[in-house]
């Protein structure tokens, strides 16, 4: 299966900033089909961008994504206060489909 | 709009059963494969299980294989997710989750999550 690793771990940043997010595969991805999804606690994880760059339905587009075979990257342009959570990447261009292990974005 | 509603979750000891169940609303349920995602306390994201829109094919992660059965009745809008054998480590938070159709899909759309707790 494709391990997902995601950088950094944690992200400490303040509203106004841009933010960095990486995900690394262990193989490459089929098709770009590379996901981000934000979750905040207590909540299910939302999708922000699938096939490596396209923005879901409603989201802003200060979210971007970028990347193709084993590195991809989220993009937040400048951080909004309801932005801090944490974000996951997802491959499902080979079965099984996995996740990274997830950043943490926090306010600094 | 777009609605799934897991329930079935609880507390129940190792090698005991629980089956969960996810309703669907707002789309047309018999035309999409359906998934089980689960989260353990404190940490990412798990693939549990995919179902045919039909229920035909039905595919596991190696984790839950010859345990987990997913099922779904099309008449009921419900998919289901029948637990066997169940370990301390099966404890987390399980979503039904729907991508845009097929296996190989993103999940736009995701249930709030029902709590399994496995525990003697």
């Known amino acids: 299966e494709i391990v997902l690793t995601q950088s950094p771990g944690t992200l400490s940043l303040s509203p106004g900033e841009r933010a960095t997010l990486s995900c690394r595969a262990s193989?490459?991805?089929?098709?770009?089909?590379l996901a981000w999804y934000q979750q905040k606690p207590g909540q299910a994880p939302r999708l922000l961008i699938y096939?490596?760059?396209s923005r879901a339905t409603g989201i802003p587009d200060r979210f971007s994504g970028s990347g193709s075979g084993t590195d991809f990257t989220l993009t937040i342009s400048r951080l909004e206060p309801e932005d801090f959570a944490v974000y996951y990447c997802?491959?499902?261009?080979?079965?099984?489909?996995?996740f990274g292990q997830g950043t943490k974005l926090e306010i600094k | 709009q777009v609605q799934l509603v897991e329930s079935g979750g609880g507390v129940v000891q190792p090698g005991r059963s629980l089956r969960l169940s996810c309703g669907a609303s707002g789309f047309t349920f018999s035309t999409y494969a359906m998934d089980w995602v689960r989260q353990a306390p404190g940490k990412g994201l798990e693939w549990v299980a995919v179902i045919s829109y039909d229920g035909s094919n039905k595919y596991y992660a190696d984790s839950v294989r010859g345990r987990f059965t997913i099922s779904r009745d099309n008449s009921k809008n419900t998919l289901y997710l029948h637990m066997n054998s169940l370990r301390v480590e099966d404890t987390a938070v399980y979503y039904c989750a729907r991508g845009s159709g097929g296996y190989f899909t993103s999940y736009g759309y995701w249930g709030q999550g029902t709590r399994v707790s496995v525990s003697s």
């Open positions: 096939g490596a760059s």
């Open positions: 193989q490459s991805v089929s098709n770009s089909y």
């Open positions: 997802q491959q499902y261009g080979s079965s099984p489909n996995t």
